[in-house]
């Protein structure tokens, strides 16, 4: 009887602290307006659905721990926090419950919608609609899985005009641009019919009006993926997002993790811009893009990922402008293919 009235007591302190730091983030963020309402779930609601937090039902775990359950009569994924996770408590709190902040501000098609929330366990726990087809990085590096359908030139460039449009209406679609500040391969995931929705939110920010950044303290986001000026500066702004968007269309382009450093201690952005500069770009692009595209739409996605990562902010594009090139390689590739050439 002791045992379960401080099981009970416990939950009521993690919920009300967690309610309280979530409320603060929501206020401070967006004035409390605006906001998407999510359901707040129970403890013993999140243990039902992940049936006791059965090993069977993980889809992935490392930083965090993905369990598929069913909520309210339909299949979700439920994000605890992983095994192989470096933060401290406090911290790991504050990207759970920023992520929930963020993503109850954004509601577009092409970004992962959040069910809700558990506030009574330490750490929040956050249930997402589920993606089967796992992550864009997955499918093109075989991490966990076998690559059996690798993802043709056609649908990495859908797929990342698709993750363009996310982007744009978060830089865009508010009176407060929203920064994602870890704009990644493993960030994409793709539904049944291979349609790109964005995640992972627990890192941005919301730039105040009339502010042209927002002043970090410390350096967030994934190797090979962030910005080289907000590494030197910690100012966060939209630009952020176009250089790691821009790692992407590299790593579409080459089919090379850029996490990864090659021969000479170089990374891929390295060697994509020497090859560039060689003008012999084609000798560093996969072999699916080569067979299946044309020199002239490599050459311009090979244009515009250049453009987007660039050193300088202020010399790459708006992720509005991204979006109206890809779109336009998107319907050079299609009259190529309707018009039965390459």
Same mark, same amino acid.
């Given at each position: 009887?002791?045992?379960?009235?401080?099981?009970?007591?416990?939950?009521?302190?993690?919920?009300?602290?967690?309610?309280?730091?979530?409320?603060?983030?929501?206020?401070?963020?967006?004035?409390?307006?605006?906001?998407?309402?999510?359901?707040?779930?129970?403890?013993?609601?999140?243990?039902?659905?992940?049936?006791?937090?059965?090993?069977? +039902?993980?889809?992935?775990?490392?930083? %965090? /721990?993905?369990?598929?359950?069913? !909520? #309210?009569?339909?299949?979700? &994924?439920?994000?605890?926090?992983?095994?192989?996770?470096?933060?401290?408590?406090?911290?790991?709190?504050?990207?759970?419950?920023?992520?929930?902040?963020?993503?109850?501000?954004?509601?577009?098609?092409?970004?992962?919608?959040?069910?809700?929330?558990?506030?009574?366990?330490?750490?929040?726990?956050?249930?997402?609609?589920?993606?089967?087809?796992?992550?864009?990085?997955?499918? +093109?590096?075989?991490?966990?899985?076998? %690559? /059996?359908?690798?993802?043709?030139? !056609? #649908?990495?460039?859908?797929? &990342?005009?698709?993750?363009?449009?996310?982007?744009?209406?978060?830089?865009?679609?508010?009176?407060?641009?929203?920064?994602?500040?870890?704009?990644?391969?493993?960030?994409?995931?793709?539904?049944?019919?291979?349609?790109?929705?964005?995640?992972?939110?627990?890192?941005?920010?919301?730039?105040?009006?009339?502010?042209?950044?927002?002043?970090?303290?410390?350096?967030?986001?994934?190797?090979?993926?962030?910005?080289?000026?907000?590494?030197?500066?910690?100012?966060?702004?939209?630009?952020?997002?176009?250089?790691?968007?821009?790692?992407?269309?590299?790593?579409?382009?080459?089919?090379?993790?850029?996490?990864?450093?090659?021969?000479?201690?170089?990374?891929?952005?390295?060697?994509?811009?020497?090859?560039?500069?060689?003008?012999?770009?084609?000798?560093?692009?996969?072999?699916?893009?080569?067979?299946?595209?044309?020199?002239?739409?490599?050459?311009?996605?090979?244009?515009?990922?250049?453009?987007?990562?660039?050193?300088?902010?202020?010399?790459?594009?708006?992720?509005?402008?991204?979006?109206?090139?890809?779109?336009?390689?998107?319907?050079?590739?299609?009259?190529?293919?309707?018009?039965?050439?390459?």
């Amino acid at each position: 009887m002791e045992k379960a009235r401080q099981v009970f007591k416990a939950k009521e302190e993690y919920f009300i602290r967690n309610g309280a730091i979530l409320l603060e983030k929501q206020i401070s963020c967006n004035q409390g307006r605006d906001i998407e309402p999510i359901r707040v779930f129970s403890a013993k609601d999140i243990q039902q659905a992940t049936n006791n937090y059965d090993p069977n +039902l993980i889809l992935g775990s490392e930083i %965090v /721990t993905i369990y598929k359950g069913i !909520l #309210d009569d339909r299949q979700v &994924a439920i994000k605890v926090n992983g095994p192989l996770s470096l933060w401290s408590i406090e911290k790991t709190i504050d990207v759970f419950l920023n992520e929930v902040t963020i993503k109850q501000l954004i509601s577009h098609k092409n970004v992962v919608r959040l069910y809700g929330c558990c506030l009574e366990t330490e750490i929040p726990i956050l249930v997402f609609e589920l993606f089967p087809k796992t992550t864009v990085f997955r499918h +093109l590096h075989g991490q966990g899985i076998e %690559v /059996t359908c690798p993802i043709s030139w !056609l #649908d990495r460039v859908r797929i &990342a005009t698709e993750t363009s449009y996310a982007l744009c209406f978060m830089h865009c679609g508010r009176s407060r641009p929203i920064v994602h500040l870890d704009v990644k391969s493993s960030s994409i995931l793709l539904d049944e019919s291979f349609t790109a929705k964005l995640s992972n939110f627990g890192f941005a920010v919301s730039i105040a009006p009339g502010e042209d950044y927002f002043q970090g303290n410390s350096v967030v986001g994934t190797f090979g993926y962030v910005d080289p000026e907000y590494q030197e500066t910690l100012r966060v702004t939209e630009k952020c997002d176009v250089y790691s968007f821009g790692v992407i269309l590299v790593e579409f382009l080459t089919g090379r993790n850029p996490s990864v450093m090659f021969r000479r201690c170089t990374n891929l952005v390295d060697d994509f811009v020497l090859s560039m500069e060689k003008n012999c770009v084609l000798q560093i692009v996969d072999n699916m893009v080569l067979r299946q595209g044309s020199k002239e739409d490599i050459q311009a996605f090979a244009e515009l990922a250049m453009r987007c990562i660039k050193k300088k902010g202020y010399e790459r594009p708006t992720m509005r402008e991204v979006t109206l090139e890809l779109r336009r390689i998107q319907h050079l590739i299609r009259s190529k293919q309707n018009n039965g050439s390459g």
